[in-house]
């Protein structure tokens, strides 16, 4: 009985002390939530946006229209600017959970109706994919159920501190985070002055490894780990040097490739001034190709 009545007043102290933080985000259910994080200012995932503007509704029933101050499409984060108008910003302190500890998740739903729901840290450093494939790691898994649309609104503790950005669901009672600590609230800040990230991008479509190797089986070649191309995008830095359609990349910078996160931690780190020596097959021939990326860098691409 003691922990019950724990709950019941932690669930009522996360609701009264960020239930006024958080927002919907476009119309009807299908969208999503964000978060105020500063004055004239809502963080939300950026898959939650269809175009430079949107529909901010606050948790008092007020509606205002936001224009995206920056977008980080494979981080799948976004800043809205926004006439916040006295609704809070969440309390941010950057911490890092432990499996085991209590999270409560604040969402707002279409009718204005506030939820509040209370789960565990399941895991930590878990990884998915974004809106455009990239690798997103460091997540925080949890299980307080969020009803649909609830992506971009926070996960917290018992004291309404901001853990987390609701991102992605796993299904099965599991949900992922963004983790809030000094990285997140960095790009935040970055966002908020319109700095929205670069990210070098080869320009071609991977088919899955096994496919890759089921591929080359078929018609008669040997069995290689590598990453086959599919396809190659006109004007990219894959197209100007050279790279073709059925090629079977098999090292980028000296690593070898077996799963197209080996290829993106090849491209990390990487400036417009640096290339990158690939290693290819192309049937039977292997042959080293320099990919340079003096072209535009794709904002928030992969």
Do not use: C
């Amino acid at each position: 009985m003691a922990f019950l009545q724990q709950l019941e007043e932690a669930v009522a102290t996360v609701g009264d002390r960020v239930g006024s933080s958080v927002v919907r985000i476009g119309k009807g259910w299908g969208r999503g939530n964000g978060v105020v994080v500063g004055q004239g200012q809502v963080l939300t995932n950026a898959h939650n946006l269809r175009g430079p503007e949107t529909t901010v509704t606050f948790a008092d029933g007020r509606v205002a229209t936001a224009t995206a101050a920056g977008v980080d499409l494979d981080g799948d984060v976004a800043v809205l600017n926004v006439d916040t108008d006295g609704a809070p910003a969440i309390a941010w302190e950057p911490q890092a959970p432990s499996e085991g500890g209590a999270v409560f998740a604040v969402t707002l739903g279409a009718g204005g109706g506030r939820r509040v729901t209370f789960g565990t840290v399941s895991a930590v450093g878990r990884a998915f994919r974004g809106p455009r494939g990239w690798r997103i790691a460091d997540s925080i898994e949890h299980t307080a159920p969020l009803p649909r649309g609830s992506s971009g609104s926070p996960i917290v503790d018992g004291e309404g501190r901001f853990l987390g950005l609701n991102t992605n669901r796993l299904g099965d009672g599991f949900y992922l985070a963004l983790p809030a600590g000094t990285e997140l609230k960095a790009r935040v800040d970055a966002l908020a002055r319109g700095e929205a990230p670069t990210r070098l991008r080869l320009g071609v479509a991977l088919a899955p490894p096994r496919a890759a190797r089921e591929l080359r089986r078929a018609v008669g070649l040997s069995e290689r780990d590598g990453l086959l191309i599919r396809g190659v995008e006109d004007d990219s830095p894959a197209h100007r040097a050279g790279l073709r359609q059925g090629d079977l990349i098999v090292e980028a910078g000296g690593r070898p490739m077996a799963t197209p996160d080996d290829l993106f931690d090849g491209l990390e780190g990487l400036t417009q001034a640096d290339s990158l020596l690939l290693r290819v097959v192309r049937g039977t021939e292997e042959l080293d190709v320099r990919v340079s990326f003096g072209g535009p860098a794709a904002e928030g691409s992969a």
